[in-house]
Nanobody, 111 residues
Framework: QVQLVESGGGLVQPGGSLRLSCAASGIIFRSNVVDWYRQAPGKERELVASITIGGSTYYAESVKGRFTISRDNAKNTVYLQMNSLKPEDTAVYYC?????WGQGTQVTVSS
């Protein structure tokens, strides 16, 4: 049984930073592409960042230069380091691998 557990969300002021974590059981992250998505109220879920089997990364234009996706193979965990956060980054952030999704973690950027 595959389980993805996100953590690290919270309330942060504009310009601040957060690091999201996605820990997996039942699947090996290093053998799959892993994605971070987000969904803001009233909007569709959008792809934020991806990391491939080989470690290549992809970022949405809106987060490029501010967010960094990484993977710790020993911990079977993928991270999303988010810097210079903006109010428009407010959303529920989800980890995804193949057809499995985590429960999401809320990120709120507000003063």
């Amino acid at each position: 049984q595959v389980q993805l557990v996100e953590s690290g969300g919270g309330l942060v002021q504009p310009g601040g930073s957060l690091r999201l974590s996605c820990a997996a059981s039942g699947i090996i992250f290093r053998s799959n592409v892993v994605d971070w998505y987000r969904q803001a109220p009233g909007k569709e879920r959008e792809l934020v960042a991806s990391i491939t089997i080989g470690g290549s990364t992809y970022y949405a234009e809106s987060v490029k230069g501010r967010f960094t996706i990484s993977r710790d193979n020993a911990k079977n965990t993928v991270y999303l380091q988010m810097n210079s956060l903006k109010p428009e980054d407010t959303a529920v952030y989800y980890c995804n691998v193949v057809r499995w999704w985590g429960q999401g973690t809320q990120v709120t950027v507000s003063s």
